[in-house]
Structure formats: C-alpha cells, structure tokens
C-alpha cells in the first residue's frame, strides 16, 4: 500500500538532515589545508555520525560514539595536532609525480564503484528494526551486554589484551632514555671550580643591577670600582634589545651637584684667605 | 526508512576518507582518514543490523571502536616519536631510507 502522503519518519528525518551535514563536514575535512580545521570537521562527522545511530534504535552506540570516540579519541587527536603540528599547513608540493592526480582518480573510482555497488539493489520491504531485539532482555544496553558477555565473550577478552598491549606499547615508544646522566648539585659545584681553575671564571654569582639615587631597574648597569660598567650586572637579553639605560645620565645630577658644592667650598675657602 | 540511504552515506564518507587518506601529507590527518572510514563501516553495521533485525551488527561497531581506540593510542604514540626525531609530521619527510 502507497500512502498518499508519504510517511515521514523521525528516522528519515534525522537521516536527511545529518547526512549532508556529515559530507560537508568530511569535505571539510578533505580540503583545508590546516589540520586544526580537519580535526574540528571530523568532530562534526562523527557527532552527525552518532545521531544516525540513535536514529536506528541503537542508543547504546550513540552513546559512546560521542563519549568515547569524539570525546576521547577525536580530543587525543585534537591534542597532537596542537602538541606537534598546530601551525603546520599541509605542503602542496608533489614528492611523487602526479601522485595527486592518481590519488584522486583511485579515490573516485572506488567510490563510484562502492556506490554503483550499493545503490544497484534494494534490500526489499521495510528493514525488521531492532525493537524486538532490543526487547528480548529489557532494553538495547541488557540484549548487547547478553551478546558481548555470552557468545562474544571469548572476542571481549582478546580486545581487553589488546587494549592492555596497545598502552604497554604507547609507553614503550614513548620513553626517552636519558642521553647523559643527569647533574647533581655536587657535580655542578665540581664544574664551577674546574672552569674557575682552567678558565677564571668566577665561581660566585653573577653582580646585581646597579643602584643609584634615582633608579635601581634591572636594566641599569652596576659600575665597578674604577668608575667603568659591570657587563654582567644586566641581562644579555636586555642589552640585545638596547633597553639599558646610560650610566652617565644617572650619574650626571650627582656629578653637577658635586661641582657645584666643590665650587661653593672653594668660593668659602678663598673667602677666608 | 530503507538501509540504501545509510549505505550510500556511508559508502560516500569511505571514499571521502580513502581520497584524505591518499592525499594528505600530515600524518595526523592521514590517521584521521583512516577513522573516518572505520566510522563509515560501523554506519553500515548499525544499519545492517537494524534491517536483519539483530545485535550482531551493534556488536561489531563496538568492537570496530575498541580496535580503533587501540590503534590511536599506538598511532599517536609512534607520530609524536618521529616527530621528536624529525620535528615535522609530514609523510614525506620521513625518507631517510630514501636512496
């Protein structure tokens, strides 16, 4: 029987409305060009993908395919591309020629393929749905756990040693040995006399920034005791930068104050003779 | 609503993953690639099993995502460590094999 109106289910509904946003999305994904962007439109794949499963009974699958894939999985991505390759944009530049061109004929072959395959034949009346058997224990979450902990049980186990295995190896490659052994204080202090005895580098701290009357910033040099300026007393990024401030500008007030109160002694003395 | 439209999307997002696969250098997104097309085939799951009217085919998208959390862990694992020999996490610069 063909209904006059067509029968418009929320299914279809959710189908019409998450598919094309899910092939924007993995086009998206294709095409640009930064990984941060194909990262974000892959969450929207796979957060359309999971409303098409809650759409087909399945609300077990809808779950975790938010929670664990597009909140696990997806943000452990999310997080490599910011730790390694955040500014990266994707060369264009051809290693192997014509690898594009080749690329892309081998993608679209294989997609008219798939579709011709698929779109050729009609499954043939209304699918059963998964009422029933979602039914059988009470609930879809019951039936798949009877399915997984019963006749799939031995296939649950093996996935357990792989998820075991697969941390044990992330951990393997993960870890760095240590090139050189690592400092201890009483080896840095044995450094210091060494390179004070080969070298006359002076073991002590470096001098603090010079202080005057009217400033004591740290990009003011200290002066050493015949009058000249302290290199070390100001950061090499400071001098770089050209931030120091003149020593003799400082010193200028006190200088002319001195003058003046020379000036003034004398004046006084010559008065007296 | 027939299964035809879910397996046409996800016939489509396959091959949408296949071309990111073979045409993206970074080996973060080439990686990507390779879970859009587990989240195609897991699609066709889901709306194979609703049409036979069994769990089986929840069962096995389940296990397709326990696969798949596995493999990005090694994955990710083995990116972050050619990119802390090589700084870069392009597929071409890793040619040192390369006569």
Request: aromatic share 8%.
């Amino acid at each position: 029987m063909i209904p006059l109106i067509p029968l418009v289910t929320a299914s279809e509904v959710a189908f019409w409305v998450c598919a094309p946003i899910s092939i924007v999305c993995a086009l998206i994904f294709l095409l640009s060009r930064k990984p941060i962007h194909s990262a974000i439109a892959m969450a929207g794949v796979m957060v359309s993908l999971a409303v098409l499963y809650a759409a087909q009974d399945a609300p077990f699958l809808f779950v975790i395919q938010i929670v664990v894939y597009t909140g696990a999985i997806l943000m452990m991505f999310l997080f490599v591309v910011m730790l390694i390759g955040i500014d990266s944009l994707d060369s264009v530049v051809e290693t192997l020629k014509g690898h594009r061109i080749a690329a892309s004929l081998v993608a679209l072959g294989v997609g008219i393929l798939l579709i011709s395959a698929v779109g050729q034949f009609t499954m043939g009346g209304q699918p059963a749905g998964l009422a029933a058997a979602n039914a059988e224990y009470g609930g879809n979450i019951p039936s798949l756990a009877n399915k997984l902990f019963g006749e799939y049980v031995f296939l649950f186990e093996a996935s357990a040693a792989l998820l075991i295995t697969a941390a044990v190896g992330a951990m393997v490659l993960a870890h760095g040995e240590r090139l050189k052994k690592k400092m201890s204080q009483l080896d840095e202090a044995d450094a210091r006399v060494r390179r004070y005895a080969e070298t006359g580098e002076h073991p002590g701290p470096l001098p603090s920034s010079g202080v005057f009357a009217r400033h004591n910033a740290i990009s003011i040099p200290a002066l050493l005791p015949d009058g000249s300026i302290a290199e070390k007393s100001v950061s090499k990024t400071l001098t770089m930068r050209g931030v120091v401030v003149d020593v003799d500008e400082l010193r200028a007030p006190t200088s002319t104050a001195y003058q003046a109160l020379e000036g003034r002694t004398d004046e006084l003395e010559g008065d007296d003779e | 609503m027939n299964p035809e439209g879910f397996l046409v999307l996800s016939a489509i997002l396959f091959t949408i993953g296949l071309a990111g696969f073979l045409l993206r250098r970074n080996a973060i997104i080439a990686f990507l690639s390779i879970e859009l097309m587990l989240n195609a085939t897991n699609l066709a799951f889901v709306a194979f099993a609703r049409f036979h009217g069994n769990l089986d085919g929840l069962v096995a998208a389940f296990f397709v995502m326990v696969v798949a959390a596995a493999e990005v862990v090694i994955g990710l694992a083995i990116i972050v460590a050619v990119y802390r020999s090589r700084r870069s996490a392009s597929v071409d610069d890793a040619n040192l094999m390369k006569l």
